[in-house]
């Protein structure tokens, strides 16, 4: 059994020295809670990634869900717009011009007295592709029937145009077509084909539409 000695010397072969303290070997980190640790790390790292790519995702989804929304409103106005020039040249053809047949009409919709009265193109490029957006060749909203500022579509610069509102005022050409001879009759008829465009707040934003109307 051993003794310890305190201060003084023991010749006893099992003393020990009370005063040194008992010798313990190093702490040392375990591997396997550094890798724990390392994998926590990384564990985190993805999920930050994951949540900002979802941000991310949901933030391009909500634009483009904004922006269809922007662009269908506008073309549901430009559509409006074009419709309301349709309506526009029916009164034009039949209340104050009284447009009949081919009288007045012309290959580049700028005769006289007739300005976007337009001949037929029987081959090539048909006369709304080249003169539907031409101030010079086509008739805009109210320039013939008198309309005023109030009974135009509104423009995005007027005050009270709000969301609704057109960049610029809607055009029309109109063109006779001869109907088959009706031989009861005797005589010849004609239709009109009405092209219309109308535009949104955007310019770029465009529809045209067309009809055929019988008088």
């Known amino acids: 059994m051993a003794v310890c000695t305190g201060t003084s010397r023991s010749t006893s072969p099992f003393a020990i020295d009370c005063h040194r303290p008992a010798m313990h070997p190093p702490l ?3 591997p396997r809670h550094a890798r724990q640790r390392g994998m926590s790390l990384i564990l985190v790292l993805l999920l930050l990634v994951i949540l900002t790519l979802a941000g991310l995702a949901a933030s391009t989804m909500s634009l483009n869900a904004e922006r269809l929304a922007r662009n269908t409103r506008d073309e549901s106005i430009a559509l409006q717009a074009a419709e309301s020039a349709l309506r526009d040249a029916r009164a034009d053809i039949s209340q104050v011009r009284m447009l009949s047949g081919l009288t007045g009409s012309s290959p580049t919709c700028d005769m006289d007295g007739f300005k976007g009265y337009c001949q037929h193109a029987t081959s090539g490029t048909q006369a709304w592709d080249l003169y539907i957006e031409d101030p010079q060749h086509s008739v805009e909203l109210g320039e ?10 509104p423009t995005i610069h007027a005050r009270d145009a709000g969301a609704n509102g057109v960049s610029k005022q809607p055009r029309y050409l109109i063109e006779p077509f001869k ?37």
């Open 179 to 215: 109907e088959p001879t009706d031989i009861a009759l005797g005589s010849n008829k004609y239709v009109f084909r009405i092209t219309a465009i109308g535009y949104g707040a955007n310019p770029g934003t465009k529809v045209m539409v067309q009809e055929i109307v019988r008088f």
């Open 144 to 153: 013939m029937t008198g309309l005023t500022a109030a009974q135009k579509m």
């Open 28 to 30: 040392s980190r375990s």
